[in-house]
């Protein structure tokens, strides 16, 4: 088993940023793929950026050159830093686990064996 919990959410004006931090307990999961992904009102949960063990990274088209997605393995905790944020990324935030390489399947919900209870972001206008 692997517990995950998000931290960092808040309520920031548009143009500012956040850090959102994932810590991972449990099982080690420093091998594994861990993503964010994010869930508004109404949508399904939506890919936002993965890293894998080896620092590679896969962002969401409506992140890139904004969000920036690392990885501490020695300590089993991703990061989320968010700059010039948008109304638009309102939304919870979760963080998964998930095995394999980056691939397509890595922007898929379905792939994540392990999910955080989220952190809630809220930009306003």
């Known amino acids: 088993q692997v517990q995950l919990v998000e931290s960092g959410g808040g309520l920031v004006q548009t143009g500012g940023s956040l850090r959102l931090s994932c810590a991972t307990f449990?099982?080690?999961?420093?091998?594994?793929?861990m993503g964010w992904f994010r869930q508004a009102p109404g949508n399904e949960r939506a890919f936002v950026a993965a890293?894998?063990?080896?620092?590679?990274?896969m962002y969401a088209e409506s992140v890139k050159g904004r969000f920036t997605i690392s990885r501490d393995n020695a300590n089993n905790t991703v990061y989320l830093q968010m700059n010039s944020l948008k109304p638009e990324d309102t939304a919870v935030y979760y963080c998964?686990?998930?095995?394999?390489?980056?691939?397509?399947?890595?922007?898929?919900?379905?792939?994540?064996?392990?999910w955080g209870p989220g952190t809630q972001v809220t930009v306003s206008s």
């Open positions: 998964g686990v998930t095995t394999g390489r980056l691939s397509i399947a890595t922007r898929m919900p379905r792939t994540y064996s392990f």
């Open positions: 890293v894998a063990y080896s620092g590679d990274t």
């Open positions: 449990g099982r080690t999961v420093s091998t594994y793929i």
